[in-house]
Each structure stands twice: as structure tokens, then as C-alpha cells.
């Protein structure tokens, strides 16, 4: 079955960096683009843009910030949200979603990001 | 960026209840529409996408309907499993963009 695993919450000081992970397995894993959206406490949700797990090239939304990055590792199936110089505001659940005919259909369990100093 | 405006942003209901969620784009994006639902501290669920279609294991009692700026999400018979967050994505153009969201809760 498909399944996205993942990392554990994260709790971060302003400035700092964090790696997010997202392991997919049950399927072929270049088949299918993976998204990632946040979701700030107490909001709504906020598409981040996605990965083509078959090139590796990364779409970002309008407006997110340089320091989100999308990346991959083909070999453990696993994509990757890099978020660099922290601030509070970047303070939230993030999920990656797997799509098919580009709607997520498949989301991981969710990665609480806190930055607090 | 296209904008999407849920009706309400609470709903409240009973077990029973026929419910309707509208949703309205500011342009047209055919009937690229999907509708979640989520439940506090858990990642949203896929209900219906392409305005109408039901996922797999979704109860019947789901269906959506609408094309162009207008949709909605209608809930035949609520039941006690029902009451959750709602919301429109739609991914007809990039940005995809997510309504403010429908908490639905017991009356």
C-alpha cells in the first residue's frame, strides 16, 4: 500500500536550519510527483510547490521565500524540504502529498516545525 | 493567484442534516476543484476531485458538483464521523491554492 512516512517534529531557534524527510514506498517512486504543503497553527492550508521524482526538478509557489528548497534521493525514495534561516512565521506542520493526475491523494502523517527562541 | 472562498467558515450541523459547502474561485478553473476533509491533527483526505468525482472509499454520501467559479460539497446525511474541516484546493493553475477552510461542527 502507499504509504509517505514522515520525520519527527522539529523545534528550532531563529537562524537555524531544518530537513524535513518524506519517505514513499508501495509504489513506484519516479512515477509520481510529490508536494509539499504547510499548514500554520490554527490556519488553513498553503500549497508549496513539488518535485518531479523522475528529474528531480523542483516548482516552487510564487513567493516562497529562497530559503524553502525541494530536493530528492532516488535511492531511498525520499524527498526532502530544507528550510535555512528560520524565522518564527515558518512555524508549522508541514505535509508532503503524493498526486495523481495533480491531486494529492496521498499525504504523510505531517512534520511539526517550531522556531522559538 | 486565484483566490477561493468557502460560504462559511463554520458550519453547524446535526446527525442527519443534509449539508451544503459552497466554494467560489475568482476566475474560471473549469472543473479543476477537489475537496478534503480534515480532522484536528491528522493530514487532510482526499473526498472529490475533478469537481464530482468520488475517491475510492469515500462514503456516498459525498458528492460535489458546480464548473467554472462555483462548487459545492454536499453532505446527503451527516454523520457523527462528518464533523471536520472542509476545504477547496484548486489545481487548475499554479499557484494551487486551498479555501480558507469549513470547520463543521455539531449543533
Known amino acids: 500500500q502507499v504509504q509517505l512516512v514522515q520525520s519527527g517534529s522539529e523545534l528550532k531557534k531563529p537562524g537555524a536550519s531544518v530537513k524535513v524527510s518524506c519517505k514513499a514506498s508501495?509504489?513506484?517512486?519516479?512515477?509520481?510527483?510529490l508536494n509539499w504543503v504547510r499548514q500554520a497553527p490554527g490556519q488553513g492550508l498553503e500549497w508549496m510547490g513539488w518535485?518531479?521524482?523522475?528529474?528531480?526538478?523542483?516548482t516552487y509557489a510564487q513567493g516562497l521565500p529562497g530559503r524553502f528548497v525541494f530536493s530528492l534521493d532516488t535511492s531511498v525514495s525520499t524527498v526532502y524540504l530544507e528550510i535555512s534561516s528560520l524565522k518564527a512565521e515558518d512555524t508549522a506542520v508541514y505535509y508532503c502529498?503524493?498526486?495523481?493526475?495533480?491531486?494529492?491523494?496521498?499525504w504523510g502523517q505531517g512534520t511539526l516545525v517550531a522556531v522559538s527562541s | 493567484d486565484i483566490q477561493l472562498t468557502q460560504s462559511a467558515s463554520t458550519l453547524s450541523a446535526s446527525v442527519g442534516d443534509r449539508v451544503t459547502i459552497t466554494c467560489r474561485a475568482s476566475?474560471?478553473?473549469?472543473?479543476?476543484l477537489a475537496w478534503y476533509q480534515q480532522k484536528a491533527g491528522k493530514a487532510p483526505n482526499l473526498l472529490i476531485y475533478k469537481t464530482s468525482t468520488l475517491e475510492s472509499g469515500v462514503p456516498s454520501r459525498f458528492s460535489g458538483s458546480g464548473s467554472g467559479t462555483e462548487f459545492t460539497l454536499t453532505i446527503s446525511s451527516l454523520q457523527p464521523d462528518d464533523f471536520a474541516t472542509y476545504y477547496c484546493?484548486?489545481?487548475?493553475?499554479?499557484?494551487?491554492?486551498f479555501g480558507q477552510g469549513t470547520r463543521l461542527d455539531l449543533k
Open positions: 476566475q474560471s478553473i473549469n472543473s479543476w
Open positions: 484546493h484548486q489545481y487548475y493553475t499554479y499557484p494551487y491554492t
Open positions: 508501495g509504489y513506484i517512486f519516479s512515477n509520481y510527483v
Open positions: 518535485i518531479n521524482t523522475n528529474t528531480g526538478n523542483p
Open positions: 502529498a503524493r498526486s495523481t493526475s495533480d491531486v494529492g491523494n496521498y
